[in-house]
Each structure stands twice: as structure tokens, then as C-alpha cells.
């Protein structure tokens, strides 16, 4: 069964730091491109970051480009989101999610789960004073 288990999230001021972690499982997860989406309240979902599978190449939304960092594991199994500088915009849910392997890529920008194979559950971030 394919599973991918975000964490990490939680309540943090602005200025602060976070590192979420997405622990995955049932597929082979170093062939795959990665990507962390969010969707914050009353918003639709938003495209963060994006990773190849062997973590040379790297992408970033522009709201987020120079505070996060994705990065990967592969003999872990997990992909993370090192989240710097945090600002009241970047309250949302994180999710992971795994791109299809014939289309996947370091630059595929999709905010759509549903364009994904498959995602997890997500992790709450709020960034609040």
C-alpha cells in the first residue's frame, strides 16, 4: 500500500523555522519526483516546491523562493521542507505528494493533488504571534 505520512507542523511566530517530514512507503520512492503543495484556509491549493528523484534539481514557488528548501532521503524514504523565515501567509496545510514517474520532474508545478499518484494526509502550519 503506498502511504506517505506527513510531519512536523505546528505553531510557530513569524521569523521562526520549521522542518516538515514526509515518511513514505509501497513504492519505490528514490525513482519518483516529489513535490509539497499547501492550501491555506479559505484558498485554494497552492504548488510549494518540487524535487527530482535523485535530488540534484530543485524548484520553488516564488512566495516561498529563499526561506524553504526541499530536499530528500532516499535511504530514508523521505522527502522534507526546511521552512526559514516563516510569515502569517505560510499558515496551511502541507501535503506531499508523489508525481507520476513518466512525467515526473524537479519543475512540474501542479497545485492539483489529484495530478499526483499519490499524497498524504497532511500537516498543519500556523504561523501566529
Known amino acids: 500500500e503506498v502511504q506517505l505520512v506527513e510531519s512536523g507542523g505546528g505553531l510557530v511566530q513569524p521569523g521562526g523555522s520549521l522542518r516538515l517530514s514526509c515518511a513514505t512507503s509501497?513504492?519505490?520512492?528514490?525513482?519518483?519526483?516529489m513535490s509539497w503543495v499547501r492550501q491555506a484556509p479559505g484558498k485554494g491549493p497552492e504548488w510549494v516546491s518540487s524535487?527530482?528523484?535523485?535530488?540534484?534539481?530543485?524548484s520553488y514557488a516564488d512566495s516561498v523562493k529563499g526561506r524553504f528548501t526541499i530536499s530528500r532521503d532516499n535511504a530514508k524514504n523521505t522527502l522534507y521542507l526546511q521552512m526559514n523565515s516563516l510569515k502569517s501567509e505560510d499558515t496551511a496545510v502541507y501535503y506531499c505528494?508523489?508525481?507520476?514517474?513518466?512525467?515526473?520532474?524537479?519543475?512540474?508545478?501542479?497545485?492539483?493533488?489529484?495530478?499526483?499518484?499519490?499524497w498524504g494526509q497532511g500537516t498543519q502550519v500556523t504561523v501566529s504571534s
Open positions: 505528494a508523489a508525481q507520476w514517474r513518466t512525467s515526473g520532474s524537479a519543475y512540474f508545478r501542479s497545485p492539483q493533488l489529484s495530478e499526483y499518484r499519490a
Open positions: 509501497g513504492f519505490i520512492f528514490s525513482t519518483y519526483a
Open positions: 524535487i527530482d528523484n535523485g535530488g540534484g534539481s530543485r
